[in-house]
């Protein structure tokens, strides 16, 4: 679309939107999958050197935040919060060192890109929705169901569809954008702090699939040893050895 406006219009309300929404798969794994995206095949000659060398400092990206990990304490109890925040912040701060994006920045960088190449609104939404799914996020909120029936609502007011340098018809959307911010209680500047709960909440997400395998590897150990009925406390061990 070819208005600015728009694009951090919906940008911004899809950063916000994502922010109370839940990736379902661990953070981990949605940044190995992140970064591994995009090395396109059959490109030109002179495409595919470019898209190769982006592909091959992602790549060392990924093995250099793989290696700071591994001096990361990991808890096993994604209850306790004090630990889960620490761990969350070490994390964020190997992430920022290496120069990679955090989960919603790429959201946020792959939505303005959609929106620059989408015809009208109705695309553009369609498209995120396409982009949130594959990078795991779930809508537990029904934000894309209110996203779309703010379009239809806007549409219908206007006949016609709803595009990006259409002046008084981003203006509606943006009341409606309004509406669902106050429904969904996003408040203006609290982008941040929402960001930092997501951190958090994946990073929740992580030590519960790192607990998760790691008793399952006891498990085997114990039936292997005849230990079952030996009890083992996860946070006394270092979950490193486990997985």
């Given at each position: 679309?070819?208005?600015?406006?728009?694009?951090?219009?919906?940008?911004?309300a899809g950063r916000?939107?994502?922010?109370?929404l839940?990736?379902?798969?661990?953070?981990?794994a949605l940044?190995?999958?992140?970064l591994?995206?995009?090395?396109?095949?059959?490109?030109?000659?002179?495409?595919?050197?470019v898209?190769?060398?982006?592909?091959?400092?992602?790549?060392?990206?990924?093995?250099?935040?793989l290696?700071?990990?591994?001096?990361?304490?990991?808890?096993?109890?994604?209850?306790?919060?004090?630990?889960?925040?620490?761990?969350?912040?070490?994390?964020?701060?190997?992430?920022?060192s290496?120069?990679?994006?955090s989960?919603?920045?790429?959201?946020?960088?792959?939505?303005?890109?959609?929106?620059?190449?989408?015809?009208?609104?109705?695309?553009?939404?369609?498209?995120?929705r396409?982009?949130?799914?594959q990078?795991?996020?779930?809508?537990?909120?029904g934000?894309?169901?209110?996203?779309?029936?703010?379009?239809?609502?806007?549409?219908k007011k206007?006949?016609?569809?709803?595009?990006?340098?259409?002046?008084?018809?981003?203006?509606?959307?943006?009341?409606?954008?309004?509406?669902?911010n106050k429904?969904?209680?996003?408040?203006?500047?609290?982008?941040?702090?929402?960001?930092?709960?997501?951190?958090?909440?994946?990073?929740?997400?992580d030590i519960?699939?790192?607990?998760?395998?790691?008793t399952?590897?006891?498990?085997?150990?114990?039936?292997?040893?005849?230990?079952?009925?030996?009890?083992?406390d996860?946070?006394?061990?270092?979950?490193?050895?486990?997985m």
């Amino acid at each position: 679309m070819a208005a600015r406006s728009s694009t951090r219009l919906l940008a911004h309300a899809g950063r916000a939107l994502t922010a109370r929404l839940s990736p379902a798969a661990p953070a981990s794994a949605l940044l190995a999958e992140n970064l591994s995206r995009g090395f396109a095949t059959g490109a030109p000659a002179a495409e595919e050197d470019v898209v190769k060398a982006a592909f091959i400092k992602q790549q060392a990206s990924f093995r250099s935040y793989l290696e700071g990990l591994k001096k990361v304490p990991i808890p096993l109890d994604a209850l306790d919060d004090k630990a889960t925040k620490t761990y969350a912040a070490a994390v964020k701060n190997i992430r920022e060192s290496l120069g990679i994006p955090s989960f919603s920045e790429k959201l946020t960088n792959l939505l303005e890109s959609a929106e620059e190449d989408s015809r009208d609104v109705r695309s553009f939404l369609e498209e995120s929705r396409i982009i949130r799914r594959q990078l795991g996020v779930e809508d537990k909120l029904g934000a894309e169901k209110l996203m779309f029936a703010a379009l239809d609502s806007v549409e219908k007011k206007l006949g016609k569809a709803l595009v990006g340098d259409d002046v008084k018809g981003m203006a509606l959307l943006q009341e409606e954008v309004n509406a669902i911010n106050k429904k969904l209680g996003l408040k203006d500047g609290e982008l941040e702090a929402l960001e930092q709960q997501l951190e958090t909440s994946m990073a929740k997400t992580d030590i519960a699939a790192f607990a998760s395998e790691a008793t399952e590897k006891i498990g085997t150990y114990k039936k292997r040893d005849g230990l079952e009925g030996v009890e083992v406390d996860l946070k006394a061990l270092d979950p490193k050895a486990y997985m």
